[in-house]
């Protein structure tokens, strides 16, 4: 039996009608879905709840020309089956995101989504508003092999991080948190939290500015201009996030949040590969 699942992307665009994600015993895409399949998925059979049927058309409405995440799951035809399918798809889906996000710059969020198979009942959200104007996500084609590999060999590691307590989970936790954030003020407390949970991790008190615009711009660039220019401006930052919670006067632009939040995933991006960083080996 087929179980479907289906969630709207805002802010995701690209050169690429579609992009396969797939697995050997199941169908991931992102892909554009026309008009009558749309219909035919979400309108048919015609719910007796009007408001259902008034979000799924404002679905189709929204998504005739944008990207979704559609999903197709074989499973075997009982309830207990489909049951855990349904379960797996939307840790599935979490994953997906948080790969999409991870891999680079850029806001992306589900803003409706729907599931369907036999021995389950229809789950859906309603449309929520769109956050992705400023910053725009745009995966090229010459990405895609890129993404692929990203997904497959950092999505689980990054999945198992994130629910543990070390610095790499918290840091990944607080990474998704921001992420999802209105306020600018929030969002960069989170992401600085996540810095320090990743540099400044069982050090007393003291020197923390210095400390964390040093280890971060050593660890990811092996240039001297590079990491001459990430060490003040990340210091810059530190100052900002300590004028925040401190209730200082301070000046917030988005471009401000998007500098921590790149060094927030370009760091974890890379500790994934390296989690036990030695800073004096990497200073001499």
Not at 47 to 71: C, H, M, P, Q
Not at 88 to 105: G, P, S, Y
Not at 134 to 153: I, N, Q, V, W
Not at 202 to 223: C, P, Q, V, W
């Amino acid at each position: 039996m087929l179980l479907r699942y289906i969630a709207l992307l805002d802010g995701f665009a690209s050169d690429i009608d579609e992009l396969d994600l797939g697995y050997e015993d199941r169908t991931l895409k992102i892909t554009k879905i026309p008009k009558k399949e749309l219909e035919d998925f979400l309108l048919s059979p015609k719910s007796k709840f009007s408001s259902i049927n008034e979000t799924f058309e404002i679905a189709i409405a929204l998504g005739e020309e944008r990207y979704w995440v559609d999903y197709h799951y074989d499973v075997a035809d009982s309830k207990e089956a489909m049951i855990q399918a349904s379960n797996a798809v939307n840790e599935e889906m979490e994953k997906v995101i948080l790969a999409l996000r991870l891999f680079k710059e850029g806001y992306i969020h589900i803003i409706f989504d729907v599931k369907k198979g036999r021995h389950i009942a229809t789950h859906f959200s309603s449309i929520k508003g769109s956050r992705s104007r400023e910053r725009p996500y745009f995966l090229a084609r010459s990405e895609l092999a890129m993404l692929k590999d990203f997904h497959k060999g950092f999505t689980d590691i990054a999945w198992e991080k994130k629910e543990s307590k070390t610095p790499l989970g918290i840091a990944l936790n607080r990474f998704t948190d921001g992420y999802e954030r209105i306020k600018l003020e929030d969002k960069i407390i989170d992401y600085m939290i996540g810095l320090e949970a990743l540099y400044l991790r069982g050090d007393g008190m003291g020197e923390f500015t210095y400390k964390m615009a040093h280890r971060a711009s050593i660890l990811l660039s092996n240039r001297k201009k590079k990491r001459k220019q990430l060490f003040s401006k990340i210091k810059e930052s530190y100052k900002l996030r300590s004028k925040i919670v401190h209730g200082l006067n301070y000046t917030l632009s988005p471009e401000d949040v998007w500098f921590v939040e790149d060094l927030l995933r370009d760091s974890i991006r890379k500790l994934l590969k390296t989690p036990e960083p030695d800073w004096l080996n990497l200073i001499f």
